[in-house]
T-cell receptor, first 118, second 112 residues
Protein backbone atom coordinates (compact mmCIF):
# COMPACT_ATOMS: atom_id res chain seq x y z
CA UNK A 1 0.00 0.00 0.00
CA UNK A 2 0.82 3.73 0.01
CA UNK A 3 1.99 3.97 -3.58
CA UNK A 4 2.50 7.29 -5.34
CA UNK A 5 2.99 7.47 -9.08
CA UNK A 6 4.22 10.25 -11.34
CA UNK A 7 3.76 10.75 -15.04
CA UNK A 8 5.72 11.20 -17.15
CA UNK A 9 8.93 9.79 -15.73
CA UNK A 10 10.99 11.73 -18.21
CA UNK A 11 10.21 14.63 -20.54
CA UNK A 12 12.25 16.68 -22.96
CA UNK A 13 10.76 19.89 -24.30
CA UNK A 14 11.73 23.00 -26.18
CA UNK A 15 12.25 26.29 -24.44
CA UNK A 16 9.03 28.29 -24.16
CA UNK A 17 6.68 25.33 -24.01
CA UNK A 18 4.63 24.22 -21.01
CA UNK A 19 4.94 20.84 -19.36
CA UNK A 20 2.43 19.13 -17.08
CA UNK A 21 3.49 16.56 -14.49
CA UNK A 22 0.95 14.38 -12.72
CA UNK A 23 1.20 12.97 -9.21
CA UNK A 24 -1.26 10.29 -8.15
CA UNK A 25 -1.85 8.46 -4.90
CA UNK A 26 -2.87 5.00 -6.06
CA UNK A 27 -4.30 3.34 -2.97
CA UNK A 28 -5.05 6.13 -0.54
CA UNK A 29 -6.59 9.56 -0.43
CA UNK A 30 -4.36 12.58 -0.06
CA UNK A 31 -5.77 15.96 0.87
CA UNK A 32 -2.22 17.28 0.88
CA UNK A 33 0.54 16.68 -1.63
CA UNK A 34 3.95 18.28 -1.88
CA UNK A 35 6.13 19.20 -4.83
CA UNK A 36 9.92 19.19 -4.61
CA UNK A 37 12.69 19.83 -7.05
CA UNK A 38 16.16 18.38 -6.91
CA UNK A 39 19.21 19.61 -8.78
CA UNK A 40 22.09 17.20 -9.51
CA UNK A 41 23.94 16.10 -6.40
CA UNK A 42 21.76 18.30 -4.20
CA UNK A 43 19.02 17.57 -1.75
CA UNK A 44 15.31 18.06 -2.20
CA UNK A 45 13.88 21.56 -1.95
CA UNK A 46 10.19 22.02 -1.23
CA UNK A 47 8.49 24.11 -3.89
CA UNK A 48 4.88 24.12 -2.79
CA UNK A 49 2.17 22.42 -0.79
CA UNK A 50 -0.82 21.31 -2.81
CA UNK A 51 -4.16 21.29 -1.02
CA UNK A 52 -7.19 19.51 -2.43
CA UNK A 53 -9.89 21.96 -3.37
CA UNK A 54 -7.93 25.09 -2.54
CA UNK A 55 -4.96 27.11 -3.70
CA UNK A 56 -1.46 25.79 -3.32
CA UNK A 57 0.95 27.32 -0.85
CA UNK A 58 4.28 28.25 -2.39
CA UNK A 59 7.63 28.47 -0.68
CA UNK A 60 9.54 31.70 -0.71
CA UNK A 61 11.24 32.33 -4.01
CA UNK A 62 9.04 29.99 -6.04
CA UNK A 63 7.07 31.74 -8.77
CA UNK A 64 3.44 30.71 -8.53
CA UNK A 65 2.69 31.90 -12.06
CA UNK A 66 5.48 29.78 -13.45
CA UNK A 67 4.75 26.62 -11.49
CA UNK A 68 0.99 26.12 -11.61
CA UNK A 69 -0.41 23.56 -9.21
CA UNK A 70 -3.86 22.02 -9.37
CA UNK A 71 -5.17 19.52 -6.83
CA UNK A 72 -8.61 18.79 -8.18
CA UNK A 73 -9.22 15.44 -6.52
CA UNK A 74 -8.12 13.48 -3.48
CA UNK A 75 -5.78 11.36 -5.58
CA UNK A 76 -4.34 13.72 -8.17
CA UNK A 77 -2.18 16.82 -8.14
CA UNK A 78 -0.62 18.36 -11.23
CA UNK A 79 2.36 20.66 -11.63
CA UNK A 80 2.57 22.67 -14.82
CA UNK A 81 5.85 24.34 -15.65
CA UNK A 82 4.82 27.23 -17.88
CA UNK A 83 7.10 28.72 -20.53
CA UNK A 84 9.88 26.39 -19.52
CA UNK A 85 13.48 27.46 -19.88
CA UNK A 86 16.74 25.49 -19.58
CA UNK A 87 17.19 26.62 -15.98
CA UNK A 88 13.95 24.80 -15.13
CA UNK A 89 15.61 21.51 -16.05
CA UNK A 90 15.56 19.46 -12.89
CA UNK A 91 14.22 16.37 -11.16
CA UNK A 92 10.72 16.99 -9.82
CA UNK A 93 9.40 14.74 -7.07
CA UNK A 94 5.99 14.74 -5.44
CA UNK A 95 4.90 13.29 -2.15
CA UNK A 96 1.52 12.64 -0.61
CA UNK A 97 0.27 12.37 2.92
CA UNK A 98 -2.31 9.70 3.62
CA UNK A 99 -5.36 11.51 4.94
CA UNK A 100 -6.36 8.42 6.87
CA UNK A 101 -3.12 8.23 8.84
CA UNK A 102 -3.49 11.37 10.87
CA UNK A 103 -1.27 10.26 13.71
CA UNK A 104 2.02 9.71 11.95
CA UNK A 105 1.88 12.18 9.05
CA UNK A 106 4.18 9.99 7.04
CA UNK A 107 4.75 11.13 3.47
CA UNK A 108 5.06 8.77 0.54
CA UNK A 109 7.13 9.80 -2.44
CA UNK A 110 6.68 9.35 -6.15
CA UNK A 111 9.45 8.07 -8.45
CA UNK A 112 10.20 11.53 -9.82
CA UNK A 113 10.06 13.23 -13.22
CA UNK A 114 13.21 14.24 -15.06
CA UNK A 115 12.56 17.46 -17.00
CA UNK A 116 15.03 18.59 -19.62
CA UNK A 117 14.41 21.88 -21.39
CA UNK A 118 16.39 22.40 -24.56
CA UNK B 1 14.81 28.33 10.13
CA UNK B 2 15.46 24.62 10.41
CA UNK B 3 18.75 23.43 8.93
CA UNK B 4 19.57 19.77 8.51
CA UNK B 5 23.12 18.56 7.95
CA UNK B 6 24.40 15.10 7.19
CA UNK B 7 27.91 13.87 7.79
CA UNK B 8 29.78 12.47 6.01
CA UNK B 9 28.79 13.71 2.56
CA UNK B 10 30.26 10.57 1.01
CA UNK B 11 31.37 7.25 2.39
CA UNK B 12 33.01 4.21 0.85
CA UNK B 13 33.25 0.98 2.85
CA UNK B 14 34.08 -2.66 2.15
CA UNK B 15 31.27 -5.17 2.12
CA UNK B 16 30.33 -6.54 5.53
CA UNK B 17 31.29 -3.48 7.50
CA UNK B 18 28.91 -1.88 9.99
CA UNK B 19 28.48 1.83 9.49
CA UNK B 20 26.82 4.89 10.94
CA UNK B 21 25.36 7.84 9.09
CA UNK B 22 24.76 11.06 10.97
CA UNK B 23 22.04 13.67 10.74
CA UNK B 24 21.88 16.86 12.78
CA UNK B 25 19.19 19.51 12.92
CA UNK B 26 19.17 22.98 14.45
CA UNK B 27 15.61 23.20 15.77
CA UNK B 28 14.67 20.44 18.19
CA UNK B 29 10.95 21.18 17.91
CA UNK B 30 10.20 18.36 15.51
CA UNK B 31 7.25 16.01 15.13
CA UNK B 32 9.16 13.17 13.56
CA UNK B 33 12.22 12.35 11.50
CA UNK B 34 12.46 10.09 8.47
CA UNK B 35 15.35 8.34 6.81
CA UNK B 36 15.15 7.76 3.07
CA UNK B 37 17.16 6.01 0.45
CA UNK B 38 17.55 7.38 -3.07
CA UNK B 39 19.08 5.46 -5.94
CA UNK B 40 20.55 7.46 -8.86
CA UNK B 41 17.83 9.06 -10.95
CA UNK B 42 15.08 7.59 -8.80
CA UNK B 43 12.60 8.75 -6.22
CA UNK B 44 12.79 8.26 -2.47
CA UNK B 45 12.22 5.06 -0.57
CA UNK B 46 11.23 5.52 3.05
CA UNK B 47 13.40 3.43 5.37
CA UNK B 48 12.43 4.40 8.89
CA UNK B 49 10.29 6.98 10.61
CA UNK B 50 10.89 7.97 14.22
CA UNK B 51 8.34 9.92 16.17
CA UNK B 52 9.62 12.67 18.48
CA UNK B 53 8.64 10.57 21.49
CA UNK B 54 10.67 7.59 20.33
CA UNK B 55 14.35 6.88 20.80
CA UNK B 56 14.90 4.39 18.00
CA UNK B 57 13.35 2.32 15.26
CA UNK B 58 14.61 -0.89 13.69
CA UNK B 59 13.95 -2.56 10.37
CA UNK B 60 16.08 -5.54 9.40
CA UNK B 61 19.71 -4.45 9.25
CA UNK B 62 18.79 -0.83 9.80
CA UNK B 63 18.52 0.95 13.12
CA UNK B 64 17.75 4.64 13.49
CA UNK B 65 18.10 6.56 16.72
CA UNK B 66 16.85 9.98 17.69
CA UNK B 67 18.14 12.37 20.35
CA UNK B 68 15.82 15.31 19.96
CA UNK B 69 17.35 17.43 22.70
CA UNK B 70 20.76 17.39 21.04
CA UNK B 71 19.35 17.63 17.54
CA UNK B 72 20.82 14.37 16.28
CA UNK B 73 19.80 11.19 14.57
CA UNK B 74 21.92 8.29 13.40
CA UNK B 75 21.25 5.52 10.92
CA UNK B 76 23.13 2.34 11.65
CA UNK B 77 23.55 -0.18 8.87
CA UNK B 78 24.76 -3.60 9.91
CA UNK B 79 26.72 -5.96 7.68
CA UNK B 80 26.66 -3.64 4.68
CA UNK B 81 26.11 -5.07 1.19
CA UNK B 82 26.81 -3.68 -2.30
CA UNK B 83 23.04 -3.33 -2.73
CA UNK B 84 23.07 -0.76 0.07
CA UNK B 85 24.95 1.65 -2.20
CA UNK B 86 22.76 4.73 -2.58
CA UNK B 87 22.28 8.23 -1.23
CA UNK B 88 20.73 8.36 2.22
CA UNK B 89 18.66 11.37 3.20
CA UNK B 90 17.20 12.34 6.53
CA UNK B 91 14.27 14.72 6.79
CA UNK B 92 12.67 16.40 9.77
CA UNK B 93 8.99 17.15 10.07
CA UNK B 94 8.07 20.10 12.26
CA UNK B 95 4.45 19.00 12.42
CA UNK B 96 1.68 21.44 11.69
CA UNK B 97 2.02 22.08 7.97
CA UNK B 98 3.97 18.84 7.64
CA UNK B 99 6.67 20.42 5.49
CA UNK B 100 9.78 18.27 5.49
CA UNK B 101 13.23 19.78 5.60
CA UNK B 102 15.78 17.50 4.00
CA UNK B 103 19.39 17.00 4.88
CA UNK B 104 22.24 17.29 2.45
CA UNK B 105 22.54 13.53 2.03
CA UNK B 106 25.26 10.93 2.43
CA UNK B 107 26.36 9.07 -0.69
CA UNK B 108 27.26 5.53 0.34
CA UNK B 109 29.25 3.07 -1.72
CA UNK B 110 29.72 -0.46 -0.48
CA UNK B 111 32.49 -2.23 -2.36
CA UNK B 112 33.00 -5.92 -2.93
Amino acid sequence: GAVVSQHPSRVICKSGTSVKIECRSLDFQATTMFWYRQFPKQSLMLMATSNEGSKATYEQGVEKDKFLINHASLTLSTLTVTSAHPEDSSFYICSARDSGRGVYNEQFFGPGTRLTVL
Amino acid sequence: KQEVTQIPAALSVPEGENLVLNCSFTDSAIYNLQWFRQDPGKGLTSLLLIQSSQREQTSGRLNASLDKSSGRSTLYIAASQPGDSATYLCAVNPGGGNKLTFGTGTQLKVEL
